[in-house]
């Protein structure tokens, strides 16, 4: 099947600075995207989700934006602290018998120096 | 609410013997899933479980197998482990399926040798 992917592998920043990070979808019929963040050693945690029917949602510090004309979705977080530092991970889900089986891309690692 | 558990936290197979990975969930939730974690990957779903007595393949499903126990646990188990089976190994749960967020355990980190 298609696959969700990432354009950078890896971003750093400083703290305070704002993070914006990308993924790419191939799928037309994907109509939900989450993303996830994942410390070291821990299982991913929810961050924000989107539907299709959307183009922007707004979180505390992290806001989602997805673009369907040209299938991408970035995740930007406000003010990055420390704390960010973690991979993200972009997930689809194509809906309809699907509803529910997510298909994840290979995640950003984001670094946040003091 | 511990929310979602699994063990054990580590293990080290070598090939062809079995083991069973367990999970559960204590909030209700009437969705389970369980993904694997292969280093510098995304996750990819190997089963999960709608509702309670339903299981269904995901993405990577061979070489495993599946239990959903009652509504709080979901065990996944090889039957004989591969070198290829070496992974970490994720359940998740959610509320309804694909309708809300799906929340991870901590993790199972396999070596088979």
């Known amino acids: 099947g298609e696959s969700v992917g990432l354009h950078l592998p890896t971003l750093s920043v400083q703290e305070g600075d704002n993070s914006i990070i990308n993924c790419a979808y191939s799928?037309?019929?994907?109509?939900?995207f989450i993303w996830y963040k994942q410390e070291s050693g821990k299982g991913p945690q929810f961050i924000i989700d989107?539907?299709?029917?959307?183009d922007k949602r707004q979180g505390q510090r992290v806001t989602v934006l997805l673009n369907k004309t040209v299938k991408h979705l970035s995740l930007q977080i406000a003010a990055t602290q420390p704390g960010d530092s973690a991979v993200y991970f972009c997930a689809e889900n194509i809906g309809g018998t699907s509803y529910g089986k997510l298909t994840f891309g290979q995640g950003t690692i984001l670094t946040v120096h003091p | 609410n511990a929310g979602v558990t699994q063990t054990p936290k580590f293990q080290v197979l070598k090939t062809g013997q079995s083991m069973t990975l367990q999970c559960a969930q204590d909030m209700n939730h009437n969705s389970m899933y369980w993904y694997r974690q292969d280093p510098g990957m995304g996750l990819r779903l190997i089963y999960y479980s709608a509702s309670e007595g339903t299981t269904d393949k995901g993405e990577v499903p061979n070489g495993y197998n599946v239990s959903r126990l009652n509504k709080r646990e979901f065990s996944l188990r090889l039957e004989s482990a591969a070198p290829s089976q070496t992974s970490v190994y994720f359940c998740?749960?959610?509320?309804?399926?694909?309708?809300?967020?799906?929340?991870f355990g901590p993790g199972t980190r396999l070596t088979v040798l």
């Open positions: 989107i539907r299709s029917n959307m």
């Open positions: 799928n037309s019929a994907s109509d939900y």
């Open positions: 998740a749960s959610s509320g309804r399926q694909g309708k809300d967020t799906q929340y």
